[in-house]
T-cell receptor, first 113, second 108 residues
Framework: DAMVIQNPRYQVTQFGKPVTLSCSQT?????MYWYQQKSSQAPKLLFH???????NEADTPDNFQSRRPNTSFCFLDIRSPGLGDAAMYLC????????????FGPGTRLTVL | DAKTTQPTSMDCAEGRAANLPCNHS???????VYWYRQIHSQGPQYIIH???NNETNEMASLIITEDRKSSTLILPHATLRDTAVYYC?????????FGAGTILRVKS
């Protein structure tokens, strides 16, 4: 089945140690999103790609960056994770040309020690 | 983006209909109402969306008032697996802005 895949599902890193989370999709969607969801809170958009065009949310910290090497893959890089960056990170995709429905992956839960 | 207001939590008996209300009084004419749900430790799952007319799919029904200022998501026969946080979102542009949602607890 076409889907949004996130690996790994659980990631542990050390304070200040760079970490990369990955997302892939088989839906061939133009738009890919990264959300952060802290415990007991709603998902919060960090940034999104419209094809290769990167769109950062105004309040996304500089510590968070993203790469999209091709349509299928998108990466979230956290340059120097702090304890406050522990969260679930969600990837979502959307087709630009049709329905506005976003399809989410299962998320990666990041723990910072 | 238009704001939404939902009850913090609701309980529903297994097998009964779950009716989840949402207020979106500042919705614009071209903005859709979307519903997602999030089961614990999973990614949000799309349920249904609508503009003006009532909508139904295999998961749920969406009833939108004529003035579009509120809507109700209906799960016709709730099961324990429907226990989740339900988000009502008014979509403007490319971005979903999640509110706090409603915690639905389905009880046997």
């Amino acid at each position: 089945d076409a889907m949004v895949i996130q690996n790994p599902r659980y990631q542990v890193t050390q304070f200040g140690k760079p970490v990369t989370l990955s997302c892939s999709q088989t839906l061939n969607h133009n738009v890919m999103y990264w959300y952060q969801q802290k415990s007991s809170q709603a998902p919060k958009l960090l940034f999104h790609y419209y094809d290769k065009d990167f769109n950062n949310e105004a309040d996304t910290p500089d510590n968070f960056q993203s790469r999209r090497p091709n349509t299928s893959f998108c990466f979230l890089d956290i340059r120097s994770p702090g304890l406050g960056d522990a969260a679930m990170y969600l990837c979502a995709t959307k087709s630009a040309g049709g329905e506005d429905t976003q399809y989410f992956g299962p998320g990666t839960r990041l723990t910072v020690l | 983006d238009a704001k939404t207001t939902q009850p913090t939590s609701m309980d529903c008996a297994e097998g009964r209909a779950a009716n989840l209300p949402c207020n979106h009084s500042t919705i614009s004419g071209n903005e859709y109402v979307y519903w997602y749900r999030q089961i614990h430790s999973q990614g949000p799952q799309y349920i249904i969306h609508g503009l003006k007319n009532n909508e139904t799919n295999e998961m749920a029904s969406l009833i939108i008032t004529e003035d579009r200022k509120s809507s109700t998501l209906i799960l016709p026969h709730a099961t324990l697996r429907d226990t989740a946080v339900y988000y009502c979102i008014v979509l403007g542009g490319n971005k979903l802005v999640f509110g706090a949602g409603t915690i639905l607890r389905v009880k046997s």
